[in-house]
């Protein structure tokens, strides 16, 4: 039998920055969707698993629409499922594994501080259909958001062994952080259109947010400025290949087919 | 203000007997009249106690029902199944939430319910401990396992006890909009390619049994149906309910072209699928912990359970704090 061929995608600037956008939403919500029927209440499996659902929404409206952007009949499922490694293009911060509860939480909180104020300002994009998945996406990540804050401030302010555990899980994933704001020559030409928003303008507000809630939460944000980078050209962690094996194990073992 | 003197029951009294037999009997003209009993209503301790059990239990298979199905989300075929399958798991678990809530309102707490179900004292629905080996068996999950749940379930959308019945209203319309879903991924996979259609055969083989097992034991031996019938608690008896299932089934399995895994099943002349024996023996097992799964369920609720205990702590003393800082303050 013959091999199953990655799908091959033309990565013109508009794909390539839409490409990214839904792999950052898919595999984080993949990541939050691992903890379904293990988390530590109730009330959370319900909350990890709403947030995955409104992610994997987001990611299924991203790649639909840089499926049609590229126009060479590929859909969400080929871009999700036949893609490798090398392809996909997140963050690696959202590849990171779930770790314990504060780990999850602290890497949704970076994330969600970001997406908030990225999908709020994406909303006057003159890229009308990024425009619409921004209106709907900026309404979900206001809930992200809030609920992640919560429980940094809960578990920084928790007990003795609650603060250390989010104290090391904020340590551990800043490095990842740097990658948000990062930006190459092909997105730089889509943010002079107006299509895209430099990420390097909400950095301060990014900062702010962080800086409120870790100092209620009674934590402190690392000074290490060194930054880890790669996700957004295909050179991940060796987490990202394990994540994909089991994402993609059905349409690889049983190619072509309709489910 | 209305005074809730069900505590008062315990007072030793020479008459209480007489009074106790007084209200069981009003209690139960209640019931003949299909009124609803209310958490603040009097009724017999050994209704109450039916109840809970009955409740939770039903929670505790909402809850442990998350991790068979939860097992395929990673692996879902395709982002439209894997978004209906997260969000289906996303409503058992709301199920389970509202069901430990009616379950409060006889007075018992949620946690001294989990933690009777992590002890292994108290039971969760039998189907839940065996494996989902492939993507049919979501299918099948949701076609049999929520079929069979629903023709259980509709019957007490009309149960005595009020918190019970409307929590099984809320439940029912989900579970119906579940159980075609799962049926869609079988006309998927039945109009598929022949190694799809021989995948969803072999689900069948493996749930059929087991699925006719969740009405329970047979009526000759069901310990809990007299009173619960008297009780308006269960409407049919688990045979009768058993066999409205197969009736309803065996049409869905030939629109699918699949086999029903019993050679011995005939139509009577009333249209009635007659099926063969089920092994009692291993039914009995799965209940005794023997299962394919039993351990595997429990060890994973336990774990979560324990891993999850310092994020509950640090909740509870960050509430704490929350609650002194206003009294702190002013005393500054």
């Known amino acids: ?259 | 203000m209305r005074m809730y003197t069900q505590a008062l029951n315990t007072t030793e009294t020479d008459d209480r007997g007489l009074e106790d037999a007084a209200k069981a009997a009003q209690f139960q003209a209640r019931i003949d009249a299909e009124e609803r009993i209310e958490p603040n209503d009097w009724m017999p301790s050994a209704y109450r106690k039916t109840l809970t059990r009955q409740i939770s239990q039903h929670a505790h298979s909402e809850i442990v029902g998350m991790l068979p199905e939860g097992n395929w989300i990673t692996r879902a075929p395709s982002l439209r199944r894997k978004a209906a399958l997260l969000a289906k798991v996303q409503d058992e678990c709301g199920h389970g939430l509202y069901l430990y809530a009616a379950a409060e309102t006889l007075g018992a707490s949620r946690e001294e319910l989990v933690d009777a179900m992590l002890a292994g004292k108290a039971k969760y629905s039998s189907i839940f401990n065996y494996p989902t080996l492939t993507w049919a068996d979501i299918g099948t999950i949701g076609w049999l396992v929520d079929g069979a749940a629903i023709m259980n379930q509709i019957p007490l959308c009309r149960c005595s006890y009020g918190p019970y019945a409307r929590a099984m209203i809320r439940v029912c319309k989900e579970e119906s909009f579940h159980q075609r879903q799962g049926y869609e991924i079988m006309v998927t996979l039945c109009r598929g390619s022949d190694e799809q259609k021989t995948m969803a055969q072999d689900a069948l083989n493996r749930w059929w049994w087991p699925v006719l097992m969740m009405f329970g034991p047979p009526d000759a031996t069901s310990q809990h149906s007299d009173t619960s019938t008297k009780w308006k608690i269960k409407r049919f008896s688990n045979d009768e309910l058993r066999q409205k299932f197969v009736d309803a089934t065996v049409p869905q399995a030939q629109y699918l072209g699949l086999t029903i895994p019993d050679p011995g099943m005939v139509q009577d002349a009333d249209g009635h699928w007659r099926y063969s024996e089920i092994d009692w023996t291993e039914f009995k097992q799965v209940l005794a912990g023997n299962g394919p799964c039993n351990r595997d369920r429990m060890a994973a609720r336990r774990k979560a359970h324990e891993e999850g205990a310092w994020v509950r702590e640090a909740a509870a003393a960050y509430a704490a704090k929350r609650a002194q800082r206003p009294t702190a303050q002013a005393a500054e």
Request: glycine content about 8%; some cysteine.
């Open chain 1, 1 to 259: 039998m013959m091999g199953i061929a990655n799908t091959e995608v033309s990565e013109t600037p508009l794909v390539l920055y839409a490409l990214r956008r839904a792999d950052d939403s898919l595999i984080l919500g993949h990541r939050l969707s691992e903890w379904c029927g293990h988390a530590p209440m109730l009330e959370e499996d319900m909350a990890l698993s709403n947030i995955a659902l409104d992610l994997i929404g987001q990611a299924r409206e991203l790649y639909t629409y840089a499926a049609k952007a590229e126009g060479k009949g590929n859909d969400e499922d080929k871009l999700a499922y036949l893609r490798d490694v090398r392809q996909y293009r997140n963050l690696l911060l959202v590849e990171q594994p779930n770790g314990d509860f504060a780990q999850t939480l602290v890497r949704q909180f970076f994330y969600s501080a970001f997406a908030d104020l990225y999908w709020r300002a994406m909303m006057t994009s003159r890229d009308t259909t990024l425009a619409a998945i921004a209106a709907k996406s900026e309404k979900e990540s206001a809930y992200h958001l809030r609920h992640a804050s919560e429980w940094i401030i809960r578990l920084g302010d928790g007990t003795e062994e609650s603060h250390r555990r989010v104290q090391a899980a904020i340590d551990h994933l800043w490095a990842f952080t740097g990658e948000l704001f990062s930006v190459d020559d092909g997105e730089r030409a889509l943010i002079h259109a107006g299509i895209a928003i430099d990420p390097g303008t909400l950095r301060g507000r990014w900062l702010t947010t962080l800086s409120d809630v870790v100092s209620e939460a009674t934590l402190v944000l690392p000074q290490n400025d060194w930054m880890q980078q790669g996700g957004r050209s295909g050179r991940h962690s060796e987490h990202l290949g394990h994540l994909l094996s089991e994402l993609q194990s059905m349409q690889r073992t049983f190619p072509g087919l309709t489910w």
